[in-house]
């Protein structure tokens, strides 16, 4: 079947009327998603939570963790940090109500899972802290023990996720190189093709 | 489709799948002209057009994920255009009359095959005096971003339909503009 005429798909297309303005706002409203009046609430109840949570670990920061505070001072200030993010990341969504431009949901659910795991990290020295200081001298070994290897397991998480999240980003990489290389190479052949075809 | 287009394709895919902004806005870019222009040659008002055109976004930017095969993204394009451009159709008319050839295929003469179009204002003109059936097939052989194969896909027909189609609506569309002056029309 033979092709159409050159370039007459370009001129066709231009002989349709656009009216881009419009056309480049319904994409935005496409790529953004806007959040209904109960979203933002619920969204605003979230800013709220991490409100409490951020003034938590402001408190923290004054308390004495004695044994364990080179553990726990690193991680009280991290969640301190992720807490101020997320207050203002959902803080913002919830006046904006508009998701996908500037604040993207992994970047929310991020932050907000960092200032939990910070949390509950520093929760589970407090307790195996205050536990060892109320038991006999013949228990402690055991808390101490009990403490260290929670300790192991809060960082061994937190290593794993963020070793597979570096090999997942590496892998998308990798494959997109070679995608761009694949793309070069088929640009050159045509290239290549275009030159041998002339006189 | 060439060899690089088809890779472009699939690099563009793989880099909205990624959730890269300037990927999106890289496919929109690319693909909202000629995908208007498709729409609009099933649908004739500006507004409804456009709706189509959004709801269209929406459904690729939800299904992106799930594109099998990345290097067929304009059939697959042009498919969902017509998908929800035909169920806003629907709405109003029944299939049959959507799709009733209103062209004597008969009437149309024969030329010997070479029908060739130059005059892109003609063309865009005599398009709309076209049976939906000829003007779809016709319209996404002129945009020239699909195989016969790929449009038989987006048209859910044969190949061999596709190019019997084909032929009678060029043939078609030579008696509409040797009859007609859209200069005066």
């Known amino acids: 079947?033979?092709?159409?005429?050159?370039?007459?798909?370009?001129?066709?297309?231009?002989?349709?009327?656009?009216?881009?303005?419009?056309?480049?706002?319904?994409?935005?409203?496409?790529?953004?998603?806007?959040l209904s009046v109960w979203q933002r609430v619920g969204v605003g109840l979230l800013a709220g939570i991490g409100v409490l949570v951020t003034l938590r670990f402001v408190d923290m920061l004054g308390w004495s963790f004695a044994s364990v505070r080179l553990v726990a001072?690193?991680?009280?200030?991290?969640?301190?940090?992720?807490?101020?993010?997320?207050?203002?990341l959902t803080g913002y969504l919830a006046v904006r109500g508009r998701l996908g431009r500037r604040i993207r949901p992994w970047a929310v659910a991020g932050t907000?899972?960092?200032m939990m795991f910070c949390y509950v990290v520093v929760r589970t020295l407090l307790l195996?802290?205050?536990?060892?200081?109320?038991?006999?001298n013949d228990w402690r070994a055991k808390l101490y023990e009990q403490l260290?290897?929670?300790i192991f397991f809060m960082l061994v998480l937190m290593g794993l996720y963020l070793i597979l999240r570096?090999?997942?980003?590496?892998?998308?990489?990798?494959?997109?190189?070679?995608?761009?290389?694949?793309?070069?190479?088929?640009?050159?052949a045509e290239k290549v093709k275009g030159a041998d075809s002339k006189p | 489709m060439t060899e690089k287009e088809a890779i472009y394709c699939e690099l563009l895919v793989f880099r909205c799948r990624r959730g890269r902004r300037d990927a999106l806005e890289e496919l929109v870019r690319t693909w909202e002209k000629p995908l208007l222009y498709y729409i609009r040659r099933y649908v004739d008002d500006e507004h409804e057009s456009l709706q189509i055109l959004q709801e269209t976004w929406v459904k690729v930017l939800q299904g992106l994920r799930k594109l099998r095969?990345?290097?067929?993204?304009?059939?697959?394009?042009?498919?969902?255009?017509?998908?929800?451009?035909?169920?806003?159709?629907r709405a109003r008319y029944s299939k049959q009359a959507l799709f009733s050839n209103g062209d004597s295929i008969g009437d149309c003469g024969d030329d010997g095959g070479t029908l060739a179009f130059e005059d892109a204002e003609q063309v865009h003109y005599g398009l709309a005096k076209l049976s939906l059936l000829h003007r779809e097939v016709l319209t996404l052989f002129f945009l020239e971003d699909l195989s016969l194969e790929e449009i038989a896909g987006v048209l859910e027909i044969p190949v061999g339909t596709v190019k019997s189609r084909l032929?009678?609506?060029?043939?078609?569309l030579r008696t509409i503009l040797d009859g007609e002056d859209p200069n005066h029309g």
């Open chain 2, 167 to 172: 032929h009678h609506a060029r043939r078609a």
């Open chain 1, 148 to 150: 260290a290897l929670a």
């Open chain 1, 128 to 136: 195996e802290y205050e536990l060892i200081r109320w038991v006999p």
């Open chain 1, 112 to 114: 907000g899972g960092l």
């Open chain 2, 69 to 89: 095969e990345p290097r067929r993204l304009p059939a697959w394009l042009y498919s969902i255009a017509r998908k929800t451009a035909l169920s806003h159709l």
């Open chain 1, 1 to 34: 079947m033979d092709k159409p005429n050159e370039g007459l798909r370009e001129r066709l297309l231009e002989m349709e009327k656009m009216d881009t303005a419009s056309i480049q706002e319904q994409i935005q409203a496409v790529l953004e998603k806007r």
């Open chain 1, 166 to 188: 570096v090999v997942c980003r590496m892998e998308f990489r990798t494959q997109e190189k070679l995608l761009g290389i694949e793309y070069r190479l088929a640009e050159l």
């Open chain 1, 73 to 88: 001072y690193p991680f009280a200030w991290l969640g301190l940090i992720s807490g101020v993010a997320w207050v203002g």
